[in-house]
Antibody, heavy 120, light 107 residues
Framework: QVQLVESGGGVVQPGRSLRLSCAASGFTFSDYPMNWVRQAPGKGLEWVAFISYDGSDKSYADSVKGRFIISRDNSRNTLYLQMNSLRPEDMAVYYC?????????????WGQGTLVTVSS | DIQMTQSPSSLSASVGDRVTIACRASQSIKHYLNWYQQKPGKAPKFLIYAASNLQSGVPSRFGGSGSGTDFTLTISSLQPEDFATYFCQQTYSKPPTFGGGTKLEIK
């Protein structure tokens, strides 16, 4: 079955960096676009970044553009999110989510999430 | 960016009730509307795609309808496991955007 497992979250000071990973299994990772979505404590869902199935196309929310970088390694079935210049408002649970381009692009599978806490 | 507005933001209902949650887009999104269910401390679960198509394994008491700017999620007979927060999402244009959520609580 499809499995997405995030890792790399933790406590980090404002201005520092963190890299999240999402290990995929149970499907052909290189066939699917992937996304990062975050959820601040008690808040709704916010899309963060997108990467196409082959990594050639990327896009970002305005709130993270220029600070975060999404990437993927299809040989390792792993998605990444490099987060630089972290701010207190970046504190959230970060989910990786598979985008299904054959069903008109819903996020059909999600990881369990990894918590990023930005605090001095 | 397309804004998604859900109503109500919270709803109290009883087991067996029929409930409807509305989602409105700031511009036409055709049928590119998805619904998710989220329980506390858990990841969102994908329920419905393209406005009205149930994901495999989702109970038939869940239904979706609408097109253009106005959409609804209906649960025909609430079960205890349905009490959760529901989010709509448009994937008509990037960036994909979510509604603010509707928290469905037990009356």
């Amino acid at each position: 079955q499809v499995q997405l497992v995030e890792s790399g979250g933790g406590v980090v000071q404002p201005g520092r960096s963190l890299r999240l990973s999402c290990a995929a299994s149970g499907f052909t990772f290189s066939d699917y676009p992937m996304n990062w979505v975050r959820q601040a404590p008690g808040k709704g869902l916010e899309w963060v970044a997108f990467i196409s199935y082959d990594g050639s196309d990327k896009s970002y929310a305005d709130s993270v553009k220029g600070r975060f970088i999404i990437s993927r390694d299809n040989s390792r079935n792993t998605l990444y999110l490099q987060m630089n210049s972290l701010r207190p408002e970046d504190m959230a649970v970060y989910y990786c989510a598979r985008e299904n381009r054959w069903l008109e692009f819903p996020f059909d599978n999600w990881g369990q999430g990894t918590l990023v806490t930005v605090s001095s | 960016d397309i804004q998604m507005t859900q109503s109500p933001s919270s709803l109290s209902a009883s087991v067996g009730d029929r409930v409807t949650i509305a989602c409105r887009a700031s511009q036409s999104i055709k049928h590119y509307l998805n619904w998710y269910q989220q329980k506390p401390g858990k990841a969102p679960k994908f329920l419905i795609y393209a406005a009205s198509n149930l994901q495999s394994g989702v109970p038939s008491r869940f239904g979706g309808s609408g097109s253009g700017t106005d959409f609804t999620l209906t649960i025909s007979s609430l079960q205890p496991e349905d009490f959760a927060t529901y989010f709509c999402q448009q994937t008509y244009s990037k960036p994909p955007t979510f509604g603010g959520g509707t928290k469905l609580e037990i009356k």
